[in-house]
């Protein structure tokens, strides 16, 4: 069974960075796109970014430039590095992963192509 732990979620002032983790665990094969994704109150879930087996990352459009997908395969960690956070990026934040390979890794990939999810770890901005 995959099982995916997020952390690093936290308040912090407009103008600041976080670095979000996800520890997966649990898999014997391939999982060949890891993503973040978010939910703000009373919103939907968005995709964030991906990262495929390779390193091919992908970005929303509102991320582009300010938040890096990466990964350590050593130590099974997916990490979000946000910079320059705005109220806006306040939501629940959850990492996601899934071992098909034929559905393309990319931000909108859809969340029902995502067979394993974390709990989310809450990131508050404040203005």
């Known amino acids: 069974q995959v099982q995916l732990l997020e952390s690093g979620g936290e308040s912090v002032q407009a103008g600041g960075s976080l670095t979000l983790s996800c520890e997966v665990s649990g898999y014997t094969y391939s999982l060949y796109c890891m993503g973040w994704f978010r939910q703000a109150p009373g919103e939907e879930r968005e995709g964030v970014a991906t990262?495929?087996?390779?390193?091919?990352?992908s970005y929303a459009d509102p991320f582009k430039g300010r938040f890096t997908i990466s990964k350590d395969n050593a130590k099974n960690t997916l990490q979000l590095q946000m910079n320059s956070l705005e109220p806006e990026a306040t939501a629940m934040y959850y990492c996601a992963v899934d071992p098909r390979y034929l559905i393309p890794c990319r931000y909108d990939r859809a969340r029902d192509d995502f067979r394993y999810w974390g709990q989310g770890t809450q990131v508050t901005v404040s203005s």
């Open positions: 990262i495929d087996t390779v390193g091919t990352a």
